[in-house]
């Protein structure tokens, strides 16, 4: 059953105006991100007393990071909520969240690459379709991706030495 994230669009919205903004700083990107994440964290908590959604504020910021938690009296209970116990079921809210806010975050980095580097000129605004640059060949070996390409077979054998062994160790045998 697919989960439904309350107030997914209004974040879509607010990220497509950051996306379509001709200077984004930094500072007002994290806010973006910082504010629709908790919004949309309150919107989808489950709610007995309320406590637990009015808790999550932002921890920590730095260059890079955004920490965004909530408060030390209802970090139990969130732990309960998320992972459950021997009498409630687990209820992770928070994994649709979070793919909700990275694929905005996605959207929006998609179409700054595409305004300032016109050798990605042809990636698609949103959404996880491929992109068709020269980076995609593989190389001499195929254009698809095959992890075992070149490793020849593999085989799990005895070993050779002339001493009895039982550990078994993994051979790789090269094509001819």
Do not use: C
Request: net charge positive.
């Amino acid at each position: 059953m697919p989960v439904t994230v309350i107030g997914a669009d209004i974040v879509a919205r607010e990220f497509k105006k950051l996306a379509d903004s001709i200077s984004v700083t930094q500072e007002k990107f994290f806010n973006t991100i910082s504010n629709e994440t908790i919004s949309l964290l309150k919107q989808n908590t489950p709610k007995d007393t309320g406590k637990l959604s009015n808790s999550w504020y932002e921890k920590r910021r730095s260059n890079n990071t955004l920490i965004i938690g909530v408060s030390a009296d209802q970090d139990d209970k969130l732990v309960y909520i998320v992972f459950g116990t021997r009498y409630i079921q687990p209820n992770n809210f928070i994994s649709p969240i979070l793919d909700v806010i990275g694929e905005n975050i996605e959207g929006v980095m998609r179409a700054y690459l595409k305004e300032s580097h016109p050798y990605l000129n042809n990636i698609s605004s949103g959404g996880r379709s491929g992109l068709t640059t020269p980076s995609n060949i593989v190389g001499l070996t195929g254009t698809s991706f095959n992890k075992r390409r070149g490793r020849g077979r593999s085989y799990i054998g005895r070993p050779r030495s002339g001493r009895r062994s039982y550990r078994p160790r993994i051979g790789l045998r090269r094509p001819v």
